[in-house]
């Protein structure tokens, strides 16, 4: 009954619940960034709209204490010293974070997990989005001792900004690809820089 209700259900979709603008203050506002959510290790990146001016991009660490604001570029193309090469590249139309992490690691004094923070100066505009990253998970159980109540879970470990959070939402779907439950729950913290979300499915059986 255990292999049969791992099989049966299976949580491979997580996501954020938006894509929100935190603080746009022109009605012209450019392209908004968009929450992402990654595995750790993966390369990925914040596009914004090429409108041929520089700008300024800004994250706020998840590891770091009261998730104070670091400039990543400003209002130029160069990261800062802060910084390095190794870990972002900017041009006209994308940051990209070549490694998402949860802690500091290497030469990386953050983690790039956070709040990134993009501001424009013409139209004075900022838009923000969250890079939410999965250090562990999903990692299930299945408790088939009562065969009237048979309950998967599965918990994912991650880290996210603390100043702005946008908790994952975790998406269940049968072994036909139906989505069978969605839910948005409240975390608990694992360590200083990580938290955990748990969902369940009851009576998952044939």
């Known amino acids: 009954m255990a292999e049969d209700c791992g099989r049966k259900y299976l949580l491979l979709t997580i996501v954020v619940a938006s894509s929100l ?18 595995n750790e290790g993966a390369k990925t990146s914040f596009q914004r709209e090429n409108n041929g001016q520089l700008v300024q991009w800004q994250v706020m660490p998840s590891s ?5 604001l670091k400039n990543i570029t400003n209002y130029d193309d160069l990261v800062t010293s802060q910084f390095n ?3 972002y590249a900017v041009n006209a139309s994308e940051l990209t974070i070549f490694s998402s992490t949860v802690a500091p690691q290497g030469s990386m004094p953050y983690s790039t997990a956070g709040l990134y923070i993009l501001n424009y100066r013409n139209p004075n505009c900022t ?3 969250n890079l939410i990253v999965i ?7 299945c408790d088939a001792s009562d065969l009237n109540n048979v309950q998967l879970t599965c918990s994912v470990v991650y880290a996210e900004s603390t100043t702005q959070p946008n908790y994952p939402i975790l998406t269940w779907r049968n072994s036909s690809g139906g989505q069978v439950k969605q ?14 979300s748990t969902s369940q499915v009851v009576n998952c059986k044939w």
């Open 21 to 38: 603008n935190y603080y746009c203050l022109a009605e012209n506002c450019p392209r908004n960034l968009t929450h992402t959510v990654v």
């Open 64 to 68: 770091v204490v009261f998730n104070k």
């Open 85 to 87: 090469n190794v870990t």
């Open 127 to 129: 838009t923000a989005a």
């Open 135 to 141: 250090s562990n998970g999903p990692v299930c159980s």
């Open 183 to 196: 839910e948005k729950p409240n975390p608990v913290s694992v360590d200083s820089s990580t938290k955990q």
